[in-house]
């Protein structure tokens, strides 16, 4: 293994780590004492717990062991590693969480705040731990196993009646409806935050541009907007008039200047969509270099 191995995976146990960290803290600070379950095994853990006093580490380990040894034989080994450092390290975090009675989030009025700040830490924890090509255990490992034997099924709707039933079980562990509102909003929370880190883009706008003066633009784009663009010539269907389109991607804050720039061509056609990520060669800073 080279320096550049070692580095890469050097840096994927210490993200490990800190979405252990997430996903503890998460479960025992704003989950546990707020008696709801969230979705997955962890919803299955945390109902055992309230209902026998054992820890929901301890069983979060048993519940997991036999989806280990499935993914073993079916999905990469790392996958599999990774995602079993991720669960053992967990288990025994919550186990001396409770051990030495950490902090928990107890309030009967403020449940809401339990759901939202579990979801943006189980999100977190969930998105990094695909990020570096493990899991979070459970669901994930069920997900995995199906795609890899059916990869054209459709696992987020089996993922989802899962979740969606484990949230229905908890009224007749928490005997309360509100316990399966909180779960509803933490889910939400958690697939929004989960998206956010699995998507790391900054927005843009992009554009198209139906015109007779394709040279012109191009000066303007390339020059002042410092964004290239790619050139289509064209026709139009009701006056068989030829015209070029030209579509390009810039940054949201030289919208203005770029409507400014536009409206010097009078007989010129432009419309324009929100661009939810760019990557590779995109000029996002003043002195960068337009290729």
């Known amino acids: 293994m080279n320096k550049k191995s070692v580095k890469k995976e050097c840096i994927n146990l210490s993200m490990l780590l800190l979405a252990a960290v997430f996903g503890a803290f998460g479960m025992h600070v704003f989950v546990y004492p707020s008696n709801f379950a969230p979705m997955g095994i962890d919803g299955i853990a945390t ?9 929901a580490g301890i069983y979060t380990l048993v519940l997991n062991l036999p989806l280990f040894i499935m993914a073993w034989f079916i999905l990469k080994k790392r996958y599999v590693i990774y995602t079993i450092v991720f669960i053992v390290t967990v288990s025994g975090m919550l186990v001396v969480l409770e051990a030495v009675s950490f902090y928990q989030y107890v309030t009967e009025t403020d449940k809401l705040i339990s759901a939202i700040f579990s979801g943006i830490m189980l999100g977190v924890r969930t998105g990094v731990m695909i990020k570096i090509g493990g899991s979070a255990g459970g669901a994930d490992i069920i997900a995995c196993a199906v795609q890899a034997k059916k990869p054209y099924g459709n696992v987020e709707r089996l993922i989802s009646l899962i979740c969606y039933a484990i949230m229905g079980l908890s009224f007749f562990v928490y005997w309360d409806l509100n316990c399966i509102f909180l779960s509803i909003v933490q889910l939400i929370v958690f697939e929004w935050v989960m998206k956010a880190i699995l998507t790391p883009t900054r927005n843009a706008i992009e554009v198209k541009i139906v015109t007779k003066h394709p040279n012109e633009i191009k000066e303007e784009l ?10 289509v010539e064209s026709k139009g269907m009701y ?5 070029s389109i030209i579509f390009s991607v810039i940054n949201i804050r030289q919208m203005p200047e770029f ?17 939810k990520g760019v990557r590779g060669n995109f000029r996002w800073q003043k002195d960068d270099v337009a290729k």
């Open 47 to 55: 109902m055992l717990q309230a209902l026998t006093g054992v820890n």
């Open 222 to 231: 390339l020059y002042n907007l410092k964004h290239g663009a790619t050139l």
């Open 239 to 243: 006056t068989d008039n030829e015209n």
């Open 259 to 275: 409507m400014e720039m536009i409206k010097r061509y009078t007989d010129t056609f432009v419309y324009y969509s929100d661009v």
